[in-house]
């Protein structure tokens, strides 16, 4: 099946560090959306991102919509304890509502 | 309001027996889904209905069954448990023939085959 690689598999960082994590796919999405998820809880959606090109930000987040519609990327400002946890990258391709997650970032953050 | 819930949150199943996985959600959604979560693999779509009354298959459809029951209810069935389904399954729901909406997930629920 269709596959996103999601790089890095996980991060140890220390409070106040920047964040950067990303995903490719060998495919064109036209749509990237980007989850959370915490021990024992199901994804919550974080960022949403419908055009090529396209910035958005959720407070601390920022992500991006790449130029080729092949890879998106997250970056996390200022990172605090509570940010841990898994972050998702997932991708449609169609009018379907068929989503294609990546693998996870494991994000652990040092106070 | 409760949004998307499943049980049980955790079951341990012997080889060859059979359960019933529920979903149901409060939000009128049209579209509901079954994926699976196994470590280092993100989430894998089993099965999914579109609308009341349709279902379709996923990536990875081999093993069960689903019914959607009503509007508000999309249930996963293993007939006959095997260790490979030993994993998290998540069930999603999204409004549906509206642009930017996006699924809402429900807490999972945690099997063990052994």
């Known amino acids: 099946g269709q596959q996103l690689n999601q790089s890095p598999q996980s991060m140890f960082i220390q409070e106040g560090e920047d964040v950067s994590m990303n995903c490719t796919s060998s495919?064109?999405?036209?749509?990237w959306l980007w989850y959370k998820q915490e021990p024992g809880e199901g994804p919550v959606l974080l960022i949403a991102?419908?055009?090529?090109?396209e910035l958005t930000s959720n407070g601390r987040l920022t992500a991006q919509f790449g130029i080729t519609r092949k890879d998106s990327f997250l970056n996390i400002s200022a990172s605090i304890p509570s940010d841990v946890g898994i972050y998702f990258c997932?991708?449609?391709?169609?009018?379907?509502?068929?989503?294609?997650f990546g693998s996870g970032t494991r994000l652990l953050v040092r106070p | 309001n409760a949004g998307v819930t499943q049980t049980p949150k955790f079951q341990v199943l012997k080889t060859g027996q059979s359960m019933t996985l529920q979903c149901a959600q409060d939000?009128?959604?049209?579209?509901m889904y079954w994926y699976r979560q196994d470590p280092g693999m993100g989430l894998r779509l089993i099965y999914y209905?579109?609308?009341?009354?349709?279902?379709d298959k996923g990536e990875v459809p081999n093993g069960y069954n689903v019914s959607r029951l009503n509007k508000r209810e999309f249930s996963l069935r293993l007939e006959s448990a095997a260790p490979s389904q030993t994993s998290v399954y998540f069930c999603?729901?999204?409004?549906?023939?509206?642009?930017?909406?996006?699924?809402?997930f429900g807490p999972g629920t945690r099997l063990t085959v052994l």
């Open positions: 997932a991708g449609r391709m169609d009018s379907s509502y068929k989503l294609i």
């Open positions: 495919s064109i999405f036209n749509t």
């Open positions: 991102l419908y055009k090529a090109g």
């Open positions: 939000m009128n959604h049209n579209s």
């Open positions: 209905s579109a609308s009341e009354g349709t279902t």
């Open positions: 999603a729901s999204i409004v549906g023939g509206l642009a930017y909406n996006e699924q809402f």
